[in-house]
């Protein structure tokens, strides 16, 4: 593994903990994405150096200062029917330099941070297929075709799917995730061991998946359809959250 490979999930890493931990937190962080995106030194691909500058520092810690309130408004916005809403007052906290769209333009697609800059050999799952690998196809293609890709969805997969599979030299797993099938062991099946990014879209799986995943492996990041109200999206970001601070120590 090249030492560059190594800065740059360092870099997806860091930004990964950003949003994380500042969902536990609640530090402001759009004055600090405003001040990178407008910094006039900026080379926009050092993110590290960026956050160690001492102003950004400074940022932090005001924004720390009103996280408790940020809470309370989130939690009561997780009240409240409309999902809308309730994202409204969910604060942008990390900064990613290359935002790119992968797949779809509508539903399907998702912004991906620095796809080409994934760790070589790196490992993507896409979870919940039914048929539709727009997404897949084309973040195999952003990460320069040398990542492993492994599918799963409920179903067997028709024809054509399989063969842009095999084509792509991925696998997959036709069984419920999780009940079936976990993620984990489609990792141990596979003899992967981190995964660069993870899609999932499985219907109200998403609430006794992830967290056994998160909570052994290192997942640099998540693109997540989360059903149900704005409580259960909650429940779902404090999920992650939680299992991701414990991650920072090993950071
Ligand atoms: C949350 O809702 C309660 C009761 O509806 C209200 O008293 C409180 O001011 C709200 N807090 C925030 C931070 O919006
Ligand atoms: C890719 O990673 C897998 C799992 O860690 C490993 O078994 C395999 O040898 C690696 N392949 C290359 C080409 O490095």
Redesign the pocket.
């Known amino acids: 593994m090249t030492r560059d490979s190594n800065n740059c999930s360092l870099i997806t890493l860091l930004l990964f903990f950003l949003l994380l931990i500042s969902i536990t937190n609640y530090f402001r962080f759009r004055n600090i994405e405003l001040y990178l995106t407008s910094s006039t030194n900026s080379d926009s691909s050092d993110v590290v150096a960026h956050y160690q500058q001492e102003s950004i520092k400074q940022l932090r810690k005001n924004a720390l200062l009103t996280a408790e309130?940020d809470r309370?408004?989130l939690?009561?916005a997780s009240r409240l029917t409309n999902n809308q809403d309730f994202y409204r007052k969910v604060v942008e906290e990390a900064y990613c330099a290359q935002k790119e769209r992968i797949g779809e333009k509508g539903d399907g697609g998702k912004y991906v941070c620095n796809p080409k800059k994934v760790k070589k050999n790196c490992t993507l799952i896409s979870s919940g297929l039914n048929n539709q690998i727009g997404f897949d196809k084309h973040i195999y293609e952003a990460t320069g075709r040398q990542c492993k890709i492994l599918g799963a969805d409920i179903y067997q997969q028709e024809q054509p799917t399989r063969d842009a599979y095999e084509q792509m030299n991925g696998e997959l797993f036709a069984a419920k995730i999780p009940n079936e099938i976990t993620i984990p062991q489609i990792l141990e099946k596979t003899g992967r061991i981190d995964v660069e990014f993870l899609k999932i879209d499985i219907e109200k799986g998403e609430f006794t998946a992830l967290e056994p995943l998160i909570k052994d492996y290192f997942v640099c990041q998540i693109f997540i359809e989360i059903h149900g109200l704005p409580s259960d999206h909650l429940r779902m970001l404090q999920i992650i959250a939680k299992c991701v601070s414990l991650f920072l120590f090993i950071f």
């Open positions: 309130n309370k408004i939690f009561n």
